[in-house]
């Protein structure tokens, strides 16, 4: 039987990780619409997958912020399931050889400030603003980081 979250997502490839953990493509049984999964182990000596979940509450509604659909445990996991996002601007920039248009940075950078505003609003601070932190939609939100 395919592994499953909330009884409600299969899991399925990797698609990331990072300091806190692993990120699979994750698809709703009922939709199949594509989401983001990440998983944390629970035995992690500093867990960061409740707070990011509870940030994005927060932050819900902001332009570019993606939507928490779930978050619990599942067996030795901390699981996130939120919506799936596109590529971040590090792969954008390896893409494109390393260079961008003036446009495009302008357009980009203008984003950026925007979401950084954002999450300054609600007086909180990223601390690790980078940008394989900053990702862009997919679809129809492509062009939106």
Known sequence: ??????????????????????????TNIQTNEEVAIKLENVKTKHPQLLYESKLYKILQGGTGIPNVKWFGVEGDYNVLVMDLLGPSLED???????????????MLADQMINRVEFVHSKS????????????MG??????QI
Not at 2 to 26: C, D, H, M, Q, T
Not at 124 to 135: A, G, Q, S
Not at 138 to 143: F, S
């Open 1 to 26: 039987m395919e592994p499953r979250v909330a009884n409600k997502y299969r899991l399925g490839r990797k698609i990331g990780s990072g300091s806190f953990g692993e990120i699979y493509l994750g």
């Open 92 to 106: 954008l920039f390896n893409f494109c050889s390393r260079k961008l248009s003036l446009k495009t940075v302008l």
């Open 124 to 135: 909180f601070l990223h601390r690790d603003i980078k940008p394989d932190n900053f990702l």
């Open 138 to 143: 997919l679809g129809r939100r492509a062009n």
